[in-house]
């Protein structure tokens, strides 16, 4: 092995030549759930002025999942097209622009369409974040992955807690576009970063400029991503996990209120809910890099999540703060879903082609439950048949968590000849 090669495996400063693109990377996760927490406690608010009923809530609960499946389905193609940092440029540009202009809207429709516009740029970003941290960390992915998961929380977690004071004292206007400044401020290290990719010529790569050790992530996949079981698990604890999450993020404020509840105490449920998950965010991405077979860590959340819906569906103000803290411990297949996308691959390309394929299917499955828990409740008058729905799902979870969990890598079985081989590691 040459003295390059060796020098390009050790690890490095983790800002060492990337503090720019650490930045970015940063920002940009703040603002990847900003637009759904900021929305769900004022719903009721803004559904009495504007004029909508539970419907459309459960509209606006669907509607993050749905953009987000979209948004895994196309993303892949422009990362190939048009490359990682500029469409992470672009995404940004539409999530500022949809935060920005969503409030001014006075009709539902307009209100769902620009909600439309900031889910999109944010699912972008969802699928894009991985690969680039592939790209330009690869030596670091456990710490920078804990990063960045810490940041979504961050993102998920105040824009709950503040929502209602900010709209109390400014009105729900103000508390739904105050969120604009976090893209924008993601934008500019973006557009220093593919200024200086531009400058340097498309063909340089990040190693050459001592941006990051060398990785090529926008070669062409070779391979079909939905051949592999890898995939197919990944999507599978993704998308149940995710259609879990926004159901309890939409209508938390609904169970709790009927139960009882202040508005301001919901809301406060749904910040609580969001912050557990920035816990399991410190844990989860360093038990994927150590533990070979991180499964008993789904298991944990199998567990959390069945006391965590009996306690909500049968005497939820009894210990709500002790129900929202277990249910909120159940995601953390979030967290090690995004880890295990650079763990479960092999190249660039395949980081980029699992994040698109687990983000496009798994929220395409998860866009059904804020809804369908929506319209069970409004079927049956209570909640037994929508916790019902969430059963399901976790089952979902324990069985494709046991799939995507085995070690073994994305690569080996996204062609015809390497499944019909059998799967082949790296030893």
Known sequence: MS???????????????RLVVLVAIVLSALTLRTAVTSLTPLLDEIGRDVGFDSAVVGLFGMLPTAMFAVAGILTPRFIRRFGLEVVVLVSMAMTAAGLAVRPLMSGTAALL????????????????????VKRYFPDRIGAVSTIYILCVQIGTMVPALIAVPLSDSHGWRVSLGVWALLPIAAMLPWLTVVAGRRRRGSDTSPAASGDAPSIDPDEAPVGQVWRSPV???????????????????????????????????????????????????????????????????????????LVGFAGLLWAPMSASIVWIVVVGLGPSTFPMALTLINLRTRTGAGSAALSGFTQGLGYAVACIGPLMFGVLHDATGGWTWPFALLLVAVCVILVAGWVACKPRFLEDSWTADSVDAGPRHTP
């Open 3 to 17: 003295e390059a090669t060796r020098a390009s495996e050790r690890p490095r400063s983790l800002i060492a030549g």
């Open 113 to 132: 369409v620009f909600s439309a516009l900031a889910l999109g740029g944010m699912g972008i970003g969802n699928v894009v974040v991985p690969p680039l």
């Open 231 to 305: 995939a197919w698990g990944m999507a599978g604890m993704f998308g149940m996990t995710s259609l879990i999450t926004y159901s309890m993020f939409t209508w938390i404020p609904k169970i709790l209120t009927e139960a009882g509840a202040s508005t301001g105490f919901a809301g406060s449920m749904v910040a609580l809910f969001s912050a557990v998950g920035f816990l399991a965010a410190l844990g989860a991405p360093s038990l994927c890099i150590r533990i070979a077979n991180p499964y008993p860590v789904v298991l944990a959340c199998g567990v959390s999540y």
